[in-house]
């Protein structure tokens, strides 16, 4: 049975209450490999192996440029990143760890917490990707609890590219293939590139620039 859920308008989410009950990434992670052992789905089980390995390796591969180090460096005031994700999404496992290598980054300027899309369908309501509860999506707030920028559910190229793959029926199928390899040789580049807009977004919405 489909549960109706409750539309939300942006500006009338409790933005406040759900960094409340997101969790940080280090948690996230742990309750991911508890996830790995116990769930029953043998498919699910090795989507969750293959990212919870995608994570590591980005954990360790991606440096965070001088560009977008100074960047942070110079913020003056605190951003807030809420992300809808679940175990299960390979697109998660390429990004998270780079968001989150940012935020450790930012001394305390950028805190981010990771809502599981699933358990909060009225916020992921919210923000579809042409109709559809793409993950991770990423909400950027001010520390007034105001909505600055979003994100998701990957970098403008990789979109691209999964929107020509999914439209041909010879590539359809395999498209995850395809676009994982486009991670591996973007080695997060053009993330770290559209974090660096984001950042700037937030800095425009500060100075009242915003629109």
């Known amino acids: 049975m489909i549960m109706a859920t409750k539309m939300l308008k942006p500006e009338s989410a409790d933005y406040a209450a759900y960094l409340k009950k997101g969790i940080a990434y280090h948690q996230y992670k742990l309750q991911m490999a508890e996830d790995l052992v116990s769930n029953p789905d043998a498919k699910l089980k090795d989507y969750i192996n293959i990212n919870l390995h995608r994570m590591q390796r980005v954990e360790k591969t991606f440096d965070i440029s001088s560009a977008l180090s100074g960047q942070i460096a110079n913020l003056k005031f605190k951003i807030n990143w809420l992300v809808l994700t679940e175990h299960w999404c390979g697109d998660a496992s390429q990004t998270l760890s780079v968001f989150n290598k940012v935020a450790d980054a930012s001394n305390g300027r950028i805190t981010m917490k990771m809502l599981y899309r699933d358990q909060n369908p009225e916020l992921m309501d919210v923000y ?72 700037f977004r937030a800095n425009l919405s500060r100075s009242g620039s915003l629109s």
Do not use: C, F
């Open 128 to 199: 579809l990707t042409n109709e559809t509860r793409s993950i991770p999506m990423l909400i950027q707030l001010d520390e007034n609890m105001n909505v600055t920028g979003t994100w998701g559910p990957r970098p403008l190229a990789a979109q691209t590219l999964v929107k020509q793959l999914r439209s041909n029926s010879a590539t359809a199928a395999n498209y995850t293939t395809e676009l994982h390899l486009w991670y591996a040789k973007d080695k997060q580049k053009s993330l770290e590139a559209e974090i660096s807009k984001l950042i």
